[in-house]
């Protein structure tokens, strides 16, 4: 019985919402009407004239229908802003749980990855915005530089993004065992064409990331600086910050023993090499790194704060790298 009534209710308060408006209309046109006739039909204005009741009345109905308009506005802005409320709510949990599933795919503190997922976290970075600064310490900056560059590339409208790169390699243009040449006794020995090899080769690197800087700035994706120092040692330590909040370390744990294709030709037989040039190389680039992050714990924080000194400290003594000298012609050895 209760269910019917409602039903009932719910179907007159429905109906009425629907002739409200009609029934007012036509009300208020009756009384303009009415109004224009006793102004020029004196016996209508007669009896009109001694009706003070009925003029109060008319003003009552007029109030209502001012008020019955006012409450609408009023009931249409509160469920204007309750949706808006609810939609910034719906938002903040939307955004809370990609945060959140983002920290769970994220590698944890201390976790061995791949250079894979250095990238992945140089993109993100990249694509939050605002300020980010990327320092790398390596052989040549050839894991660092290549995958930025195309990061750079694709990434989207931002005119208040600042980037700052900066990368610390060896200086080659000194003597350096590591990497080197072997002997036929098996003894390293310095290579200056392999070394000058390294540094055309990081020349190369440092050029294609600071071409990014015009492209930049014309695609309004932000501004870019790109600094590169050299300093006199022998490459063994990848280190990789992102923001100064994250770290990658790893080693060159890879040995590369080749011919050397600067080697000195076998006499009288042109395009042969001598069997003792081979060239002892490190390499890194699927080397695997150790991830610390400062959310990561106490142990965490002090590994990033001791890398940070470190790497400081090296940035602080290393110099602005010498232009390249012009490689001598690498020969056919197919």
């Not at 052989?139 to 900066?166: C, H, M, S, W, Y």
């Not at 006499?267 to 699927?286: E, P």
């Amino acid at each position: 019985m209760t269910d019917t009534r409602r039903s009932w209710g719910d179907r007159l308060t429905a109906g009425w919402g629907r002739v409200e408006p009609t029934v007012t209309r036509l009300f208020l046109v009756g009384v303009f009407v009415v109004g224009l006739v006793a102004q020029f039909v004196r016996p209508v204005g007669d009896a009109l004239a001694d009706k003070v009741y009925l003029g109060g009345a008319l003003l009552t109905v007029v109030g209502y229908v001012l008020y019955a308009e006012v409450q609408r506005l009023n009931a249409a802005h509160t469920a204007r802003g309750e949706s808006e409320e609810a939609l910034d709510a719906v938002v903040r949990r939307l955004d809370a749980e990609v945060q959140r599933l983002g920290a769970v795919m994220r590698p944890r503190a201390g976790e061995v990855v791949t250079p894979r997922d250095l990238e992945r976290e140089f993109q993100e970075a990249l694509e939050a915005g605002g300020e980010v600064r990327l320092t790398a310490l390596g052989f040549t900056g050839e894991t660092f530089a290549a995958p930025l560059k195309n990061i750079l590339q694709g990434l989207g409208r931002d005119p208040v993004r600042a980037v700052n790169l900066r990368v610390l390699v060896p200086d080659f243009t000194q003597p350096i065992e590591v990497p080197g040449l072997l002997d036929t006794d098996g003894k390293v020995t310095d290579s200056p064409d392999f070394r000058a090899h390294l540094r055309r080769q990081i020349a190369e690197y440092e050029s294609s990331l600071k071409y990014q800087i015009g492209r930049m700035a014309v695609g309004q994706r932000g501004t870019l600086t790109v600094e590169f120092r050299v300093l006199h040692m022998s490459p063994s330590l990848k280190l990789y910050f992102i923001n100064n909040d994250v770290v990658y370390e790893g080693i060159y744990d890879k040995i590369d023993v080749r011919p050397d294709p600067w080697g000195a030709e076998v006499s009288g037989q042109s395009g042969l090499r001598a069997a003792d040039g081979r060239l002892l190389d490190l390499i890194g680039y699927d080397s695997l790194l150790t991830r610390w992050s400062m959310d990561g714990g106490e142990h965490a924080r002090k590994i990033i704060m001791r890398r940070r000194e470190l790497f400081e400290t090296l940035w602080n003594a290393a110099r602005e790298p010498a232009p390249a000298t012009r490689l001598p012609a690498r020969p056919d050895v197919s």
